[in-house]
């Protein structure tokens, strides 16, 4: 496929809360791989031949952490994506639990168009993507309708604010089943981990907390990490043992663990 770069113009926010035009580069590598770069940063990595390679780190504990969920695979998981781009995770599901409903969020129409044309969904998907934002799509979710919510949505290098409210991720807790699981990516570089966490812990709804990552960034070097809520008790073994099982070492924080990384930060301000 070479190299391809193409204009796109998000009109919405969430993936992007800018209303700039992005520019979108799709580098391919030697091994058969797609490497979607959204303004310069990596956002996905496709491997067309091989969905159920995941190259990106926090996107493969993203997926253990879907694995230990119910109901087990290859049973279907209904899973709503915030943030698509070339929506490797959702691959990931469809390939690993065939006939997954899935739904997607991406605000930026022109790059799912793009992505769609050179690196097409697999047949037989039950993936729906949707041109909104995750604020106005997660409100529009009935209760009690997914599996999942997974949340990688970045514009500018961090997670849109509006995603990181207590009202907002309280929302997600609403279209959540009662065995469901939150999944968010975010950079320790934003100073983001603490204050979701703590926003998190004061939301009644969720049972348990957990914070996945590569063991040098949960010991404080910079890069990313999943949050994970879940509406029952998370099974940190299960967890643990998967990370076991990571190319780099990776741990779970889990239970006064989660309490000492959210420490004295505030919830982010919600809508008033």
Do not use: C, K
Request: without cysteine; charged residues 20%; glycine residues 10%.
């Amino acid at each position: 496929m070479g190299r391809r770069s193409a204009e796109t113009d998000p009109s919405r926010p969430g993936r992007g809360s800018s209303d700039a035009t992005a520019h979108v580069v799709l580098e391919a590598d030697a091994a058969g791989g797609v490497t979607v770069v959204v303004d310069e940063t990596p956002q996905s990595h496709v491997r067309l031949d091989d969905p159920s390679h995941l190259e990106f780190g926090y996107i493969r504990h993203l997926a253990l952490l879907l694995g230990t969920r119910v109901p087990a695979a290859p049973a279907p998981l209904g899973v709503t994506h915030v943030g698509g781009a070339a929506m490797t995770l959702a691959r990931w599901v469809q390939h690993t639990r065939p006939g997954s409903p899935q739904i997607v969020f991406e605000p930026d129409a022109a790059l799912t168009d793009l992505v769609r044309a050179e690196l097409p969904l697999p047949r037989g998907h039950r993936i729906r993507v949707r041109p909104v934002d995750g604020l106005a799509g997660t409100a529009a979710l009935r209760p009690e309708s997914a599996d999942a919510v997974v949340l990688d949505a970045y514009a500018s290098g961090s997670v849109p604010s509006e995603l990181t409210t207590p009202d907002y991720l309280g929302d997600v807790a609403r279209v959540l089943r009662p065995t469901g699981v939150l999944g968010i990516n975010l950079a320790t570089a934003s100073g983001l981990v603490p204050r979701v966490l703590a926003g998190l812990l004061a939301i009644e709804a969720y049972v348990d907390l957990a914070v996945i990552g590569p063991r040098e960034v949960l010991r404080g070097r910079p890069g990313n990490v999943v949050v994970a809520a879940a509406r029952d008790a998370l099974d940190a073994g299960a967890l643990r043992a998967a990370m076991s099982r990571e190319p780099l070492p990776s741990e779970v924080r889990h239970g006064a663990e989660v309490a000492r990384l959210a420490g004295a930060a505030s919830p982010a301000p919600g809508r008033r």
